[in-house]
């Protein structure tokens, strides 16, 4: 397979329904602090498993998350981890199927075959979940992981060529990056401090501009529509949330595991379960603003409340982080590790380091992470 | 390695761009482009396409070529 394929497959992977239609309405509430899920987030991350993990991968032969960890540590490590990350797929499947069916219905896409066909228009919702999903059951169950890839790479060309013209439009409509910062409240642009959500005349602006484009693009004769944003900004909050729940005490397993060889399977496993638990038990007692005790939070006690979502499973990660980076640290020092010519590959301290100096510098991961890391640093300057 | 994606991504925005045009075409003057500040972006946007797919498949079949080409001398070198 081709370096760009896989490449560009890998970029898309990340430019799903939750992602471009919920960065879209989480920029609409919170401003472009939003693309700090990019410049602090996923670049340095991105970053750190290209030069630190990808040769643990190779080293070790594992081939996935789950099958890495029942090297490093034991079988009930990895099953918590496959099945926890199971239950995530699932809802994130959910979220982008929900998202993509209200963007369907709200474009009106299937109405006139429904109309011909004498079906009642409530069900446009469903048969386009149903058929996205039996789309995807098709592909993957003929071509497996390769026509995911393939796909992926069909779907990143078709992102682009569908959001080009809309950006195009949209910030000419409102008068180039200038008229986009004269027409919106400061802190969109500026300083990333404030985290509250400002009046809705404002977060239509910017929005309205892409939504009439995009409208105009597919030619079709749409009714007006934004209302559709208020239940896509939830895709990204149910995203984030479970991403706080899984990934972030996962995380922390993970460093462990590759750095220090005295962590062990019970550690592992105990560290990771008290982890989820804790993001549970603090997502339990505390509340973003302006919601109600119930799903977003809050269903133990009420002790805390966050400005917003983000604040919230921003808190509810840290704290599954550090609650699983002590508890595996203090059940590590309680068992008994495994001898060191058993983690020959799986810890970085005994993993013979591949020295690749041969090619050219844009062809070694080092130089071309400090070079997007360089990058990175940048945006982060320009929009302190 | 048989398949190459530049064919299915070329064929794709080929179709696509065409269609564009042919839809950007029957609809000028149409008063929907208010929306897209009197801009036939239809038009517009699918001859970028058409380029674009088009450039896809020229450059799949020039690497095809040149696979075959070397698959020939190779053999011409074994024999």
Not at chain 1, 115 to 124: D, G, K, T, Y
Not at chain 1, 266 to 274: D, E, I, K, M, P
Not at chain 1, 356 to 362: F, K, L, Q
Not at chain 2, 37 to 58: H, K, R, T, Y
Request: net charge positive.
């Amino acid at each position: 397979m081709p370096a760009w394929v896989a490449g560009l497959a890998f970029l898309s992977a990340n430019l799903g329904a939750q992602e471009v239609i919920g960065m879209a309405a989480s920029r609409a509430k919170y401003g472009i602090a939003t693309s700090h899920f990019y410049w602090l987030g996923a670049i340095p991350a991105m970053v750190f498993v290209g030069i630190f993990m990808m040769p643990f991968y190779y080293g070790s032969k594992a081939r996935s998350v789950p099958d890495y960890l029942s090297l490093r540590f034991d079988e009930k490590t990895r099953g918590l981890n496959a099945l926890t990350f199971a239950c995530m797929t699932i809802m994130s499947s959910g979220i982008s199927m929900y998202a993509m069916a209200l963007l369907i219905e709200s474009l009106h896409i299937f109405d006139t075959p429904f109309r011909l066909l004498h079906l009642p228009e409530s069900w446009v919702f469903h048969v386009s979940i149903v058929l996205s999903a039996l789309i995807v059951l098709a592909y993957i169950f003929l071509g497996g992981l390769t026509s995911a890839i393939y796909n992926e790479v069909l779907q990143f060309f078709l992102i682009v060529a569908g959001f080009a013209p809309l950006v195009f439009l949209g910030l000419r409509s409102v008068g180039g990056w200038s008229g986009l910062k004269a027409n919106l409240p400061p802190e969109f642009i500026g300083p990333t401090t404030s985290t509250n959500p400002t009046s809705a005349k404002d977060k239509a602006t910017s929005i309205t501009c892409t939504w009439r484009s995009w409208r105009l693009f597919l030619a079709s004769s749409c009714r007006s529509g934004p209302p559709i944003l208020r239940p896509l900004s939830i895709t990204l909050w149910t995203f984030c949330s479970w991403c706080a729940f899984v990934n972030a005490p996962l995380f922390a397993t993970f460093l462990l595991g590759m750095f220090w060889r005295r962590a062990t399977g019970h550690g592992a496993f105990f560290g990771l379960l008290s982890g989820i638990i804790a993001a549970a038990i603090h997502q339990g007692l505390t509340l973003p603003a302006g919601s109600s005790p119930g799903i977003k939070g809050g269903w133990i006690a009420v002790l805390n409340v966050y400005p917003s979502e983000m604040a919230q499973n921003f808190w509810t990660a840290i704290w599954a982080w550090t609650i699983c980076f002590v508890v595996t640290i203090i059940i590590n020092l309680a068992t008994r590790p495994r001898p060191n010519n058993e983690l020959q590959g799986l810890v970085y301290a005994l993993t013979e380091k591949q020295r690749d100096r041969s090619g050219a510098y844009y062809t070694r991961p080092v130089p071309v992470g400090l070079i997007v890391l360089g990058l990175t640093l940048i945006l982060n300057i320009i929009f302190f | 390695m048989g398949f190459d994606i530049r064919i299915s991504i070329g064929f794709l925005f080929t179709t696509l761009g065409a269609l564009l045009i042919l839809f950007g075409l029957l609809t000028i003057q149409s008063p929907i482009y208010w929306h897209s500040l009197g801009m036939n972006i239809n038009l517009g946007w699918g001859i970028i396409l058409l380029i674009f797919g088009l450039l896809m498949v020229f450059f799949a079949k020039r690497s095809e070529r040149r696979t075959a080409a070397q698959q020939t001398s190779r053999a011409k070198g074994v024999n």
